[in-house]
């Protein structure tokens, strides 16, 4: 039998994930000042610097009012993003 047929398949990885970095709310109090957009989530080490998107996961608690400038969000994280005073810009 040929060698191809022998080995397991692999699963499949797609190409956004990995360039995507996700972040955690509770995460977002290492982040210096009001505004949190791609360059600053890498100057606070909370992605790695070849991360092309992030996506804002609801996990923890907002401490104060952030506005997120070219950041996806979940629907749970806008919920609590809002509810703390913050904003979302696209």
Do not use: C, W
Request: aromatic share 6%.
């Amino acid at each position: 039998m040929p060698l191809y047929r022998r080995l397991p398949k692999f699963g499949f990885t797609s190409k956004m994930a990995m360039t995507t970095a996700e972040v955690r709310l509770s995460e977002l109090n290492k982040v210096e000042g009001d505004v949190i957009s791609l360059e600053t989530l890498k100057a606070a080490n909370l992605i790695r610097h070849d991360m092309k998107r992030a996506r804002v996961m609801l996990s923890g608690e907002v401490t104060k009012a952030y506005t997120f400038k070219g950041i996806k969000v979940t629907k749970g994280a806008k919920q609590a993003i809002e509810a703390a005073g913050g904003s979302i810009e696209e």
